[in-house]
């Protein structure tokens, strides 16, 4: 793509997320927007402005253009101006004018977080804006002091680097420093590289973020990146963090490096990772959005957790407490109060296992949660790293490292550091201090034994400076040995002396027996959901590699005489065993002695006291690790014991069941042992199909218990159960077993074999299975069960929960009770929302409950129903004497509630369909519900639907009851009176003809919409699908519910009971 404008340059270019198009800016004001081809799409030129920089939004919709006057516009694809940038204005007065760079990261290859900032913007003075988007009005501002020439995003939007020189390098007398500032999508600064040479231009990222390309003067330079993962070591488990293209959440890899497993947790984010001796620390945000630090073993298994007040970016641990810190706060858990909070509420556990510290003046001062916000007029530096041991504890901020004591946080003292540390590290004895600060450089502090600290007198400062030193390990063994990563070589130190430096990029994860293991991170973390072990990296120290070159090429004792002058335990262990495998038994027993291996001298005093060849050679095989071979040796000297044993110790017990089923003379008991062992195993690893075969094998009852409960093969346990005495120990176990699962009857039966009746009573009464408790208290002759019962009624209906009173009524066999409490609950809804399905459902469930007792009842080889607790505790929980009578009216006729909502319901239905003569026909007949239902709708109604039909005798009754009623307002009484006056003045009151029929007990002719005679009184079953009097049950059909009848012309196949919804029609 050319574009010739002699009198402009280039002040900017930016490729769209996609890579298709490329915007470029010049410095007159004229944009192009060009293809991928060079191809050109659009262009436009901004009048009256020159141009600084242009960036693309990451989803390709907006431009963003930087002006010469400091103002930022946005713009659409296409070309048209949209708005300025809003947030602008808060901080357009602080940065100044002159826009250096402007960057927006691409985030189509990442699933991008909205809480975390993507644009970036740099002032030529030094200052940086940090939006998450263009609407964003609470950017994060700051000043990194660098004459900025340029900024670029990381590959995954964690890390931006600032480029340029020092402010003091505009005048000339002073020397020129150029330098990459790299900070986190926060702002938070992470680390300083310094860059030779005059004029800095721009630099680069690699594809991986694990490089750049810098450009100055004429020269190209290329540094290589170590990004700051968030990763540990410990025991044989590499713990890491990493991110999924497509996912918000934050993974940690559990890694067991020696067994090849992996396990993985998931997290909404992790702050930092620790190790601490064979657990790791986590420092991570739940679901809730609460911080939290988590204790894990190396399974990644929470053994305990505390909520704290702050976000954890720094992490420590020592033998008895862990500690994580903030920039401002710092909280310490003491890991030995774990066991004695145990059990506690939450709120208790914090308090007494986590203590708060806030950084206030320079020091830390005890503080409480609530955090209160920093104050950063209080804070003239902020922590930014951590170390610990048992007696100290070292905070490192900004401008010194400050020196506590572990067990009060009380100050020791303060030591000042020329520049800001990022990293403490102490070694074993706590006599020495290595720090790396943000440049890179290690120093080392000599601190006095820990009884002779003062604050004048904490040590001194070693004449030991490295530089680029990125990671550090102190040896276990030798307080002065230590091995460092410096760019990318590792040395190791005896005290300030440096050995040969090794090639090498990882990142070291112990130091121990002169050997350095390492992890490749870099290459690890490029596919990170599958480790290898090529990934590990070991190196000897140069002691150790001598001592292995001389016993190759010389001899044992020229390698002694070189290990005497450098004694090392790991060294004679090296000799020992080379002497051993020659079968030198009295070197190597000197050997072993020096490095004061007990069990090596055992088995070189057993190798001297054995005669036979194949034997010696079965032990020294077993001693390397020739485990196969050592088992050949062993079966050709006729001894399978022997390889029994050592298959045994090695915990191979499917080889132990191969070798006893190869001989004759083994025993039963052998063979229970094996598969005991092994089912011990499967249960280990969670398999527990696998574990039952073996359990079954070895005759183990109780772990094949266990096996069953884990897969809820209940069925099996109810089985095993049958065939136990009631003198086994296991039953109580498996009652415990089913009573955690709710299994009331199998528990019972369980505990009751073991003779413990109060344990099942007690299991009943949790169950809210009262009759069988009722029963067996009984039986057992436990009369407090009764009492129990009583104020656990009167508490439930106390505190309002009917129906948790109704479940327990229900099941102590007081179905009165239950049904009685039913009708008030049913009443409630009525009262609350008037005649409504609500209310219907409540009512009916009522009746068919009261329904139930009366069937019961019924029975004639019933058992009387026990005396009613509701009318025993009526009085302390305040129900009134007249309301249990009107609820015990409801025993006479259980469905007249649930008869009253259906009837109303489906006579509104038809009154607003228009269907006049049914509607009469249900209001005439639910005038016996009248106390139950709202009158004046009822009567309002009934009078408008009798007088379309012309039932004028009706229609006058229904104006009567208007008139009389005694809730409604004089105007509203007298304008019932004026239209019956209008009605009745033309028509009188009287019913026009229609069919009638003759009463079945009296004999006399009523109306076929009449329900009940006017003569004798005598009633007559409604049709509850239309609301028709049913005067022949003979052309009717019952349902076998509720017993209410349908008219057997309105029945339809499959058709459900209109009023009790129940299927109990038949076809």
Known sequence: MINNRN????????????????????????????????????????????????????????????????????????????????????????????????????????????????????????????????????????????????????????????????????????????????????????????????????????????????????????????????????GNTIAYAFNKADKLETYIMFWDAKNNERYVKSFRQVNAICEGNEHCLIAARTEEGKECLIWCNTLGTPIDSRMIGFSATYLSSAQNYLTGASPYYVCVWNLRSTNSTFGTSPEEKISSSVSYYHLKNGILIPCRLPLDVPNPDENNSKITCLGTSDKLMLIGTESNIQIYTASDMKLVGTLETKSKPVRLSLNFSVTKLAVIDINGNLTMFELRPYMELTSDNLGMWLDFERKDVWDIRWAPDNPDMFAIMEKTRMYIFRGTEPEEPQQSNAHLCSFKDLEVKAVQLDELLKNPEFPKKDHFVTMEVKSLRDTRSLLQQVGTKEATAFVEKHPHPRLWKLIGETALNSYNFEAAETAFVKCLDYRSVKLVQKLKATENQLLKEAELAAYFGDYEKAEKLYMQADRRDLAVDLRRILGEWDRVLHLLDSSASSTDEEYKEAWDALGEQFSDICNWERAIECFKKSGNTERLVDCYYQLELFDELENLVETMDNNNKIVPKLADMFSSVGMCELATRCYLKCNRPRLAIDLCIKLNHWDSAISLAQKYGMADVKKLLKSYAKRLLMEKKYQQAVDLFKSCQQKLDAALLLYMMAEDVLEKEGPSTSAKASFTLAAQVMQDYEDRQKKPDNDSEPESLLLEISDDIQISPNTLNRLYRYIDYPWKGAEAQHFWILAKNQF??????????????????????????????????????????????????????????????????????????????????????????CKRKIHEWCGTCPSCEESYPLCIATGRPVFDVATAVACSHCRHFVIETEVKEDMRCPLCQGLGFGS
């Open 912 to 1001: 607003t369909e228009g269907h006049n003569e049914a509607a009469m026909r249900v209001l005439y007949n639910l005038q016996k519900y009248e106390e139950m239902l709202p009158m004046e709708p009822l009567y309002k109604m009934l009078a408008d639907s009798s007088l379309e039909m012309k039932c004028f005798g009706v229609c006058a009754k229904a104006y009567m009851k208007l008139e009389s009623l005694p809730k409604i307002s004089d105007e509203l009484r007298d304008c019932y009176q004026m239209a019956a006056d209008q009605i009745f003045s033309k028509n009188p009151p009287k019913d026009v003809v229609s069919p009638r029929v003759d009463c079945r007990k």
């Open 7 to 234: 009198k402009s340059m280039v002040k900017g270019m930016d490729w769209n997320s996609d890579g298709r198009k490329i915007c470029i800016a010049y410095e007159d004001g004229g944009v192009i927007v060009g293809s991928v081809d060079g191809s050109r799409i659009w262009g436009k030129e901004i009048k009256g402005e020159t141009l600084a920089d242009v960036a693309w939004s990451p989803d390709s919709r907006i431009i963003l253009f930087a002006l010469g006057s400091g103002k930022i516009d946005c713009y659409d694809s296409s070309g048209n101006l949209m708005c300025p940038l809003e947030a602008q204005s808060k901080w357009k007065t602080v940065c100044g004018t002159k826009i250096a760079s402007m960057k927006w990261f691409n985030s189509r290859y990442v699933y991008p977080d909205p809480d975390v900032p993507s644009l970036c913007i740099s002032y030529k003075n030094g200052f940086v804006a940090l939006l998450k988007d263009e609407m964003d009005t609470e950017p994060i501002v700051f000043n990194s002091k660098l004459r900025i020439s340029c900024c670029q995003w990381n590959q995954n939007g964690t890390v931006f680097g600032i480029g340029g020189s020092y402010l003091g390098s505009a005048n000339s007398d002073q020397e020129i420093i150029n330098a990459i500032e790299f900070y986190s999508a926060y702002g938070e600064p992470l680390s300083v590289l310094k860059v030779p040479g005059k004029n800095f231009t721009s630099f680069s990222w690699e594809g991986m973020s694990l490089r750049i390309a810098i450009t100055v003067d004429t020269n190209l330079y290329f540094a290589t990146v170590r990004p700051g993962y968030k990763w540990c070591s410990f």
